[in-house]
């Protein structure tokens, strides 16, 4: 199982994974995963997303065998995590590194101490020891940091000796259970950074667990997307950006790229005249689109939307206004339509009473 | 001080005073070192049998609990006379410094192991988690990480501690245990000498200071990391 070339070798599986938490005196009985299968591969980045309470950080701690599935199947790296030993299961944390959302860094040792811990836990020879610290810390950017204690670091620095101590013991997964959530946006994308290199040169597999739609878009080959213990879509990043199966993926979704406008941003479109249509860029591409109104000889000025990059993909959904007859505005639609989700705007209630037309919403394409 | 008429023969009771002050020094000490061991060891077990801890042990966490909640409220003067029978075994008599010790010790370990509890339960479970995830032993996470994450409120656990210990060593003097306690009521307290009393208070304060002193200077020095 451990062949590092060859074809795609599955590291993490889940088959019809249950994992329920009996009733206590505070709470009754809650099933924190219900009949979850999943396949990770090794050197992929795979991002598990879904707002607090979905599971995600139950199936994270099934991983590293921190919990047993109380039914189903989970397997890591060959290891069977429930029916493997206290020993096995050690022996297979040796193998994952972690990062948390809260560091979860030692306070009472050094940063050097921090980086340590996982190597003398693993048997490595003290002389060995040091010059690997060493190494850690200038790959993840805080070689001066050695002798400092965690406190008086930034959380972006914290995070940074998180990710080395979990690297630190040569770990083919890293696990990273909202890794980014602590920190500002400029932090998360310089930590995003860094796990996109240490996947690359390393070529760990990494698990990130999150509930920022942006951090699957900035980082993962392949998303989970979760909702009360269950997948509700999974795949391609941008096969579920693009095409979402479930309702919950369309909500992430549109926090990446604005969807088609409503309520008073739409009235507010409305009242600039024209005819409003609004089409999904994916595959679709926006020159495709510039393609069919040009085909028609339709104006068309992107009024409202966005389009993102993923891995070179466009993704998002742009609304147009355009100047034309009813007829040549019923072609463009359905001629959009047959390759993409487009529609006609119009308002939600009656016409509204005419006005001096909004400005500042218009953007030039 | 006019009201007081006895004029002390400081001369004949110097000597007795610095007796006293070598034993009140002696009880506490070895209260210290071996119920501030034992302390430890009640502390990190409490700690670990807790219901979702490293040794989740209800049966083991449920019988300490108990016992501890039993000992400590008992008024350390009537539990001085109350474990005589344990004392007898142990030490082989009832008064002396030495007896004195037993019962100091019993109790300053059932504290201590509070104390030490109370300190543990407030490391960020995430410290534990994070050495699970690694993979060590739990053992190695409670003892290698988890006392000494605590160690700064551990000192000053153990500085009040030290001072309680003081005030139990003074009680003990009360059932012949000697010490500075012993002093003050046979020369102060019996004879009517308030200026005996006055100076063993002076004494024990001094004592107290020191300790004070130690264990705020030993918990900055851990806190400054």
Redesign the interface.
Known sequence: MTERDGGPVTVISFDGVSKGFPATRRGSAVSALDDVDLAVERGSIVGVIGYSGAGKSTLVRLVNGLEKPTAGVVEVLGVDVGSASATQLRGLRGRIGMIFQQFNLFTSRTVRGNVAYPLKVAGWKKQDIAPRVAELLDFVGIGDKANSFPRALSGGQKQRVGIARAIAANPELLLADEATSALDPQTTGEVLALLKEINRTLGITIVVITHQISVVHELCDQVIVMDGGRVVDSGDTYRVFAHPRAALTERFVSAVTQGVPTGETLEALLLGGGTLISADVNEFTSEKAAEVFEKHGVRHTVVFGGVTDIRGRQLGTLTYRVHADEGVLDAVVAELSTRTRAQLLRAPDAPPAQETPARGEEVSS | MSAVRTATDWGSLAPVLLQSIQETVYMVAVTLVIGGAAGLLIGAVLYATRPGNLFANRVVFGVLNLLINVIRPIPFIIFLTAVGPVTKAVAGTTLGTEAAIVPMTIMAAVVIGRVVEQNLVAV?P??V?????????RF?ILFG?VI??A?APLILGYTFMFIAVVDMSAMAGYIGGGGLGNFAIIYGYQQFNQEATWVTVAIIVVIVQIGQFIGNGLAQRVLR?
């Open positions: 960020d995430g410290i988690e994070a050495a699970l995830a690694i993979g060590a032993k190695a990480l000494p994450e160690l990391r």
